[in-house]
Structure formats: structure tokens, C-alpha cells
């Protein structure tokens, strides 16, 4: 395989966009819990939400999935979406969101670039609420690379920055 220059920086991901069984039920989490804005609702079956105005950072629709079941274990597909908040205490709030909705946590992760909470949306997709140190707090091995490590997260530390 023929090596490439890197993309370019500051090339992101723009949006995800889920298949789901129930559309109502999804807004009610990823809108009602998390607290993200109906952007836009299509008759077909489709909605778009975003964090802040713009267009859409989630789309999600029943075009192919309504009623339907997560995909089996052992199958290929989607295993989480990382939504990044952009501070601690915005990270704290949405623990507090998930919280108060009864919302069981699968794992809470301190992985030295960021502090991240992985739960399940009401279709089993996974979801990663995360934030990012400032680079500068970032473990380096002694050449430079990352230095990313997984140790368990203090809740009741994040929660202690949430701003109320």
C-alpha cells in the first residue's frame, strides 16, 4: 500500500449519524438527557441535533432500523461515539444528567489526554462523554509520543466541578 501524506490538519470529524429503532426514544436521550437541540425533525423518519447551533453534530433516523435490535456481539459496526465536551465542569454536568436519569455507566476512564465516561444510548450504541487536558498535561514518554494510559475515574472528584 503506497504511503500518503497525513491529512491535513484541522480536518475533523463533522457529525455522526445512527441508525435506531425508536426516534422518539433517541431524541428523548441524546435531547432530554444530554441536552443537545432539535435542529431539524423529518417526516421520513430522521432527526438532526446539535450542541450550540450548528447544523448538526448527531443525525438519526429509523429509515432502515425502526423496531429493529442492536447488532449481535461478534459483528462488525459502530463502537462508540465520543461527544467532547470542552471543559471538566461541562463534563461533570453531563455525569449529572446521566445520573439523574438513572443512566447506568459501562466504565469511567482517566486515559492521561482526557477523562472519559462510556455509557449505552437507549439503542445499545455506545457513547463516550469525554473532555481533553490542555495539551501541555499531556504523558509523553522521555521521545516525545503519547503516554495514554486507562485508570479509573473519580467520580465524585468530577462531579465536585460541576457548576450548578
Known amino acids: 500500500m503506497p504511503e500518503n501524506p497525513p491529512v491535513i490538519a484541522g480536518t475533523r470529524i463533522g457529525h455522526v449519524h445512527l441508525k435506531v429503532a425508536d426516534l422518539d426514544r433517541a431524541l428523548g436521550f441524546y435531547c432530554g438527557v444530554l441536552g443537545f437541540e432539535l435542529t431539524q425533525r423529518l417526516n421520513s423518519g430522521a432527526a438532526f441535533i446539535s450542541a450550540g447551533g450548528y447544523h448538526h453534530h448527531i443525525g438519526l433516523n429509523t429509515w432502515e432500523s425502526k423496531g429493529g435490535h442492536p447488532p449481535p456481539p461478534g ?26 436519569a438513572g443512566i447506568q455507566l459501562d466504565g469511567a476512564s482517566d486515559h492521561g489526554v482526557s477523562e472519559a465516561l462510556y455509557l449505552r444510548d ?28 486507562t485508570h479509573r475515574l473519580d467520580l465524585e472528584d468530577l462531579l465536585r466541578q460541576r457548576v450548578a
Open 75 to 100: 459483528t462488525t459496526g459502530l463502537f462508540h461515539t465520543a461527544i467532547l465536551y470542552p471543559t471538566r465542569a461541562a463534563l461533570a454536568d453531563a455525569l449529572h444528567r446521566v445520573m439523574d
Open 122 to 149: 437507549p439503542d445499545e450504541n455506545g457513547v463516550e462523554l469525554y473532555w481533553d487536558r490542555p495539551e501541555a498535561q499531556w504523558p509523553r514518554k522521555p521521545d516525545g509520543s503519547l503516554a495514554m494510559f
